[in-house]
């Protein structure tokens, strides 16, 4: 008798471990039938667009093929003119009722995300420790010493430990995005959104910061959702690759067959112009 | 018309009891344009339309209107209306409720040129809208329009000369006392105008470091 209840209760405990586990296979964030409109210019038309939990996904197009506004839509920076997007299959805009989401419900489920910009968008007030500590004592409650605690452990991933007490303006821009990314990480975000964040840096620099990005990608299971130019990094860090164009995906699969097998002209030609200039 | 150092210092009393009350009234009514400028700019930023009518009109209320009328209708037409004050206290009101319509225009205009970017960057760390502006919109603000202010602080301080029409004893008003009492025009009016600049100095050269540290 007891056993039986023993052996139910087990059963029941792994029927729940199983649940989360299909949870966390499941889509990290979902885009559907997402379209945007800036007055009559229309930037994404009907996105259909699922990421996994855990996956590495790049998109890649021309300029203005609203790859960024995916991004931005993902952090609620924009909201969608129709459609819905889920993360972990909880709408960031409507609840069960279909009603828009309080900004006390956007503020829980935003939490999710992180976002890195390509102009870095540090606190030009505040020393790097500052500009790490100031959402996790503010938005978390963390005391102090833990935040600081954790910001030298994120500044060390990325390398700038000796830079805690710099300001931004006197660190280089490539110094400049790693804190970015480490300041997007204390928050330890379940999917990190990376937006053009080598356009603004030469060469030199940026190669810096697609380093601290491999880590992040080799070291932590964070989902990334990347916007970049740098077709060697995306075809190296991601797991699947998206081409769009004029507000649709036009071609999507791994890398390899991306960049060796493209099906279509047109991400044929983008392909060509990006990797001959 | 000869000038009698006796004379200058007989007054001097009565003249530095004026250099008193000109520092006092232009700390409290800074510290309401510093403080009022700034809380107008964030209102207009974050209110309503019709919030922001209200805010454009009390701005336009008292650019438009000229120092010396705010002075008496707070002197001779308030008191009708059930509300005394001191001289001091509507001298002190209107010069900051005056210059915080300004300053307001000082803080708006660094507000503005904050990039989007960075209140991205407070959404993508969801940062509160409190948190956002205490802790970035408005320290960035204070610092990028400090030089502008320093100069409307020091305007605030010669306006202050005004309140002697309240008889207020501010340096002015204090050097008209003295000049009509004794017929020393000459000496009343010249170290007024010596204490004037005297002050200034040291605001001028606290200005000039300003500009040249926050550009």
């Known amino acids: 008798m007891a056993s039986t209840t023993q052996f139910s209760g087990v059963e029941r405990f792994d029927a729940a471990s199983k649940t989360s586990q299909d949870l966390s296979g499941a889509w990290g964030i979902e885009f559907d039938k997402v379209s945007k409109s800036f007055g009559s210019h229309r930037v994404l038309v009907d996105l259909d667009l699922q990421v996994k939990a855990g996956e590495k996904v790049t998109l890649i197009g021309p300029s203005g093929s609203g790859k960024t506004t995916v991004l931005r839509l993902a952090m609620t920076l924009e909201k969608p003119s129709a459609g819905d997007i889920r993360i972990h299959g909880e709408s960031i805009l409507f609840d069960a009722l279909g009603k828009p989401l309080s900004s006390a419900q956007e503020s829980r489920i935003r939490r999710r995300c992180g976002m890195v910009f390509q102009q870095f968008n540090l606190f030009p007030h505040l020393t790097v420790l500052q500009n790490l500590v100031l959402a996790p004592t503010t938005v978390l409650g963390q005391a102090r010493e833990q935040a600081e605690q954790a910001a030298l452990e994120y500044l060390r991933m990325v390398g700038l430990e000796s830079k805690v007490n710099a300001y931004p303006a006197q660190l280089s821009g490539g110094q400049q995005q790693r804190i970015a990314i480490a300041r997007a990480l204390v928050l330890k975000p379940e999917i990190l959104l990376l937006d053009e964040i080598t356009s603004a840096l030469d060469p030199e620099l940026a190669g810096e ?3 601290v990005v491999r880590r992040v990608a080799n070291e932590t299971n964070v989902t990334l959702l990347i916007v970049t130019h740098e077709m060697r990094f995306a075809r190296e860090v991601s797991d699947r690759i998206c081409v769009f164009d004029q507000g649709r995906i036009i071609e999507e699969g791994v890398p390899e067959k991306i960049f060796v097998h493209p099906e279509r002209e047109r991400t044929r030609s983008f392909l060509h112009n990006v990797l001959n200039h | 018309m000869s000038w009698e150092w006796k004379f200058v210092w007989d007054m001097m009393p009565q003249l530095l009891l004026g250099v008193w009350y000109t520092i006092v009234v232009t700390v409290l009514s800074s510290v309401i344009t510093l403080f009022g400028g700034l809380l107008l700019a964030i209102l207009e930023s974050v209110s309503t339309r019709i919030g922001r009518m209200f805010v454009r009109f009390w701005l336009e209320l008292f650019r438009g209107i000229p120092v010396l009328v705010l002075l008496y209708f707070g002197f001779y037409v308030l008191p009708e209306l059930g509300i005394t004050l001191s001289g001091l206290a509507i ?25 989007n970017g960075l209140r991205d960057a407070c959404v993508a760390l969801n940062l509160s809208p409190y948190t956002t502006w205490s802790k970035v919109l408005v320290p960035i603000m204070v610092r990028r329009a400090m030089p502008a202010l320093a100069n409307y602080v020091l305007m605030l301080f010669r306006s202050s000369s005004f309140l002697f029409a309240l008889g207020v004893p501010v340096l002015l008003g204090e050097a008209q006392q003295v000049a009509s009492q004794t017929y020393h025009f000459l000496e009343a009016y010249t170290v007024a105008g010596v204490f004037y600049l005297a002050i200034n100095i040291p605001f001028v050269y606290l200005l000039h470091r300003l500009k040249v540290k926050h550009g």
Not at chain 2, 91 to 115: D, E, K, M, N, Q
């Open chain 1, 209 to 211: 910061v697609l380093d």
């Open chain 2, 91 to 115: 001298g002190v009101l209107v010069l900051g409720f005056v210059y915080s319509a300004f300053c307001s225009g000082v803080y708006r205009g660094a507000l503005i040129t904050i990039p």
